[in-house]
Each structure stands twice: as C-alpha cells, then as structure tokens.
C-alpha cells in the first residue's frame, strides 16, 4: 500500500481559499467513499477535520470542506485564518482493508 | 471523557522487543475497532495496524506484516502492540485511536508513547 500523494506545501493569504490534493489509485481513494483529512498544529495530535469525503465533524468550521474526484480527494479551506496553518493529512481506506495516508501538506497563511 | 493512555515506550537497540499498551476510558471500549497509528520525529503519520471490536480480526500494513501484533482485552480496557525485530525506522510517537464507524475514527486521540531504537 503505496501512501497517498499530497503537496508537500501550499500557502495563501488570509481570506482566501486554498485547495490540498490528495491522490491515491483504484485501490483506495477511487474505491472508497471513506476519506478523511486531520490537522495537526506542531507539538499537538491530530484533529479530524473531514470524514466520509466530505461530512464535518461538529464543532468544525464549516470553512473546512471536502470532495473527491476519481481517485483524487480534496480539502477546500475557504476564507483562510492565521489559526489554519498547520499541517494536513489525507486518509483512505484501501482494498486491502487496511488505511493509508497522504504525506502530509504544511499550509502557510502568509 | 474520553481517555487513552498510551504506555510502554522507550529505548530499546535494533533487533530488539517492545509492548505498548493503551488503556481507554469514558467510552464503551468493547464497542469500537482500535487503531495504532505512529509518527517519527518531524515526519508523517503512518498507519500501523488495527482490530476488530471483539478481537478475532487484525490488518497491518505489508510493510509492518510479522513483525508487529496488535492485540486487545475488553475486559481490561486495553489495547496492545507487539513490537519485534525493531529497527531504526521504527522510531515515532505511536498513538492508539478508537473508531466507531467505518468511515469515521480520530476523533480522539491519546498524547502517544514515544518509541526510540538506538544502536
């Protein structure tokens, strides 16, 4: 099980909207409808942002959203805060009925 | 609350054995499938291994296939990885993470127990 293919880094100013990508196969992503994406601040444990593509956990800020295309998922943070910059997983479940992840997006809000 | 614990880090030379465990607590533990997901200093998370509530069924990463076992006891609140032949690369911070659903789990989280393989 190969890991999901995200962009090591992204940035944007505050305000606007970025987009993460997340790219796996036909073993994963483009099987699956359960992907999810955490954020992870430095020093602290993840935290789930999106699951099932694109449902938020509650107390999200409906600013997160998800999609997925084929087998390429996306995280969509609009109107971008200070207090969004950290890094970003993808997370698929894969036919081998294991999970894999992306690598990881370091987002910089300049 | 939900609580997890993780235990049984430390040093430990290539080659050699370690156990975590994870005690839970604030939720029915016999209700939800485990997860043991690591992350080396300054790296990625990367998916470890996982069990089914009641324990009769195990998934590992081929990368991580005979050398680690994950393992359960309802009765304890516990969760358990065996780690063997380690090596240098497995190094990380190794967290235990319930799921309830299976499309939803991180939802918690435990601090992690910090595994260190020296020579």
């Known amino acids: 099980q190969s890991a999901l293919t995200q962009p090591a880094s992204v940035s944007g100013s505050p305000g606007q909207s970025i987009t993460i990508s997340c790219t796996g196969t036909s073993s994963d992503i483009g099987n699956f409808k359960y992907v999810s994406w955490y954020q992870q601040h430095p020093g602290k444990v993840p935290k789930l942002m999106i699951y099932?593509?694109?449902d938020r956990p509650s107390g999200v800020s409906n600013r997160f959203s998800g999609s997925k295309s084929g087998s390429t998922a996306s995280l969509t943070i609009s109107g971008l805060q200070a207090e969004d910059e950290a890094d970003y997983y993808c997370?698929?479940?894969?036919?081998?009925?294991?999970?894999?992840f992306g690598g990881g997006t370091k987002l910089t809000v300049l | 609350e939900v609580q997890l614990v993780e235990s049984g880090g430390g040093l430990v030379q290539p080659g050699g054995s370690l156990r975590l465990s994870c005690s839970a607590s604030g939720f029915t533990f016999s209700n939800y499938a485990m997860h043991w997901v690591r992350q080396a200093p300054g790296k990625g998370l990367e998916y470890v291994s996982a069990i089914s509530r009641d324990g009769d069924k195990t998934y590992y990463p081929d990368s991580l296939k005979g050398r680690f076992t994950i393992s359960r006891d309802n009765s304890k609140n516990t969760l358990y990885l065996q780690m063997s032949s380690l090596r240098g690369d497995d190094t990380a911070l190794y967290y235990c993470v319930p799921q309830k659903d299976l499309g939803r789990w991180g939802d918690y989280w435990g601090q992690g127990t910090l595994v260190t393989v020296y020579s």
């Open positions: 997370n698929s479940f894969a036919t081998s009925r294991t999970w894999v």
């Open positions: 099932n593509v694109s």
